[in-house]
């Protein structure tokens, strides 16, 4: 899987709550959600985020309550992938499982700016900075992973795999 | 090499005699709990798969707690679709407005957990369990949903980081006082992935009610699970609950039970804390924050709403007025801790102290309903999380302290020491 975009860059312990406010969570429609994705702490990434686009975090990224809306809103709104220098564990495991590959990279996380424009190869483990023109080598994502992600999420994945 | 606490109930429910940190698992469930957030997207996938049971009626916990009594029309339909989902699939332990708490404190409370067990819930905060000596940890919803239809789930085993509290605690110190001072030093994400055992002397000493608090804590500092080795407290605790009958299993770490981290601290004059925002880990001695005015006290949530925690803030309250710019919302957990404080007299002091006291929801603790903040306002509070917007509009705040800080601080209308109202 190939992913290219460009970068929305956020700092470290972004929480669940500013992915997306809890005052929402009355739905579990994936557009609506999207709908107010970040817009606790920034209100112009739903106005300009464009398909196929990256988020890169700092550490702990995704901390605190266990709510799937919060990658789904993320997934929903164009993100292909999330690059951080960690993540918070439950939305990690949530993001997996619904289909939104996530990279933990320190080197990439740190060095990567706002704006830049990425192309992220999940299977061959590189990260390109088409901006900057430096490469990171990442962990390769896993290909049970990446197929999770190809067929939207793991249950998805489970249920086509059955029908096969 | 022995075994931790939390090891050795992973270890059991994998149908293993040793694990260790790091190593996957498929384990097997006691417990699945969602709610009106979790629940109708787990209900979603769960349905995808085609199952027409779950693995068992009697360990699936669905608790109404989040948005209710529905507090606007999307709310009331994520609802009814649980409702529906329970008496289709004949859920026997469904709470609904009435006999509904706030699942963290209910739960323990009718005796749905025991200790030794191993609970998913689709809650961060599932981690309260630990305190009594179960594994209990939060999960998204399609985790929930390969957990209800299966009865098992995959685990990582997490490193488990040893907290030893020496001491006698003052008595303005309360175990939220505890918590908020361990995420305060190790930050949240001191614990990522891991395991929090909290021992020691001053843990010995706490209540169950203060026991819970620091568990359900343990997720802000981004720890897998809290837990606290059941003693003759816990076991007291559990024989006055165990309604369902449940078969206990009081697990001990190994005197050579590897950790990755042993923090030792003396805490007999630790000081009332509190978490600034915008951070449960922003935290200071509530003496040194100088003059900051509130608008909003909430006392209850699954942190605080506990029998022990509306004591300790009606001792502060009785006979006094809360100060009249601040609005005090006290919210027992369960019906059952509503039931009591009714007939200990505290609601009564409450309401002549001029408080609203809510039926059971965790309305403004995640800013859902029931006291939300207006921009540029101020609440302090006995819940768990002061992030961004957490309460209300983004440019609200919020405070973390104990019932009795939220107390005092009811009563002045600035942050204050409970010592300064007694």
């Known amino acids: 899987m190939i992913c290219e975009g460009k970068v929305w860059r956020y700092g470290d312990n972004i929480d669940t709550d500013v992915i997306i406010p809890a005052r929402y969570l009355n739905t579990a429609d994936p557009q609506e959600l999207a709908r107010h994705c970040m817009e606790d702490i920034d209100t112009t990434f739903v106005v300009k985020v464009q398909v196929g686009d990256i988020i890169v975090g700092g550490k702990n990224f995704g901390c605190g309550s266990s709510r799937e809306h919060a990658p789904i809103a993320i997934k929903a709104s164009g993100i292909t992938c999330v690059i951080a220098e960690n993540f918070a564990r439950i939305f990690y495991r949530n993001a997996i499982n619904i289909g939104l590959p996530v990279i933990e990279a320190g080197e990439a996380a740190r060095a990567i700016k706002h704006g830049d424009v990425l192309k992220v190869d999940l299977g061959g483990g590189l990260v390109e900075n088409k901006t900057t023109g430096q490469n990171f080598s990442i962990q390769p994502l896993p290909g049970f992973i990446q197929a999770i992600a190809q067929a939207g999420g793991l249950i998805n994945y489970v249920t086509e795999a059955e029908k096969k | ?422």
């Open chain 2, 1 to 422: 090499m022995g075994m931790t606490i939390t090891e050795k109930i992973l270890a059991f429910h994998a149908g293993k005699r040793y694990v260790e940190a790091g190593e996957l698992v498929t384990a097997k469930l006691d417990g699945v709990m969602f709610n009106d957030i979790s629940g109708p997207l787990a209900i979603i996938e769960y349905e995808k798969m085609n199952y027409q049971n779950v693995f068992d009626k009697e360990r699936i916990y669905i608790v109404l707690d989040h948005f209710t009594p529905n507090a606007n029309i999307k709310a009331a339909a994520q609802c009814r679709l649980l409702r529906r989902f329970a008496r289709d699939k004949q859920i026997k332990h469904f709470y609904d407005v009435g006999l509904m708490g706030i699942e963290h404190a209910l739960l323990p409370e009718q005796g749905l957990i025991a200790p030794g067990e191993l609970v998913i819930g689709g809650d961060s905060h599932t981690c309260t369990y630990g305190a009594l000596g179960a594994f209990s940890t939060g999960v998204g919803s399609t985790d929930l949903a390969a957990g209800m239809a299966l009865g098992k789930l995959w685990f990582k085993i997490p490193a488990s980081i040893k907290f030893s509290y020496q001491g006698k605690l003052s008595p303005f110190v309360t175990g939220k006082d505890l918590i908020l001072y361990t995420i305060g030093k190790i930050g949240v994400d001191g614990a990522l992935y891991k395991t929090m055992e909290f021992t020691g002397e001053a843990i010995q000493q706490l209540t169950m009610d203060s026991r819970f608090t620091m568990c359900n804590m343990a997720i802000e500092a981004g720890a897998k699970n809290g837990i606290v080795p059941p003693d003759q407290e816990t076991e007291r605790y559990f024989a006055q609950h165990n309604y369902c009958n449940r078969q206990a299993l009081f697990y001990q770490s190994d005197a050579d039970a590897k950790y990755s981290e042993i923090f030792e601290w003396e805490v007999s004059s630790l000081e009332p804390q509190i978490a600034m925002p915008h951070s449960p880990g922003n935290v200071k001695d509530v003496g040194e924050v100088g003059t900051i005015s509130i608008d909003q006290a909430i006392i209850g949530s699954c942190t605080n709403g506990r029998l022990e925690d509306l004591r300790a803030a009606a001792k502060l309250l009785q006979g006094k007025k809360v100060h009249p710019y601040v609005r005090t919302i006290i919210i027992p957990a369960t019906q059952s801790i509503y039931r009591q404080a009714i007939k200990e007299g505290l609601v009564d002091i409450f309401v002549e102290a001029g408080c609203a006291v809510s039926t059971p929801t965790c309305g403004p603790c995640f800013g859902g309903h029931m006291g939300v903040l207006a921009e540029g306002e101020r609440a302090v509070s006995t819940t768990n999380r002061n992030f961004i917007g957490r309460m209300g509009h983004p440019a609200s705040e919020v405070y973390l302290a104990s019932p009795l800080v939220a107390a005092a601080s009811a009563i002045t209308g600035k942050i204050t020491h409970p010592q300064e109202v007694r």
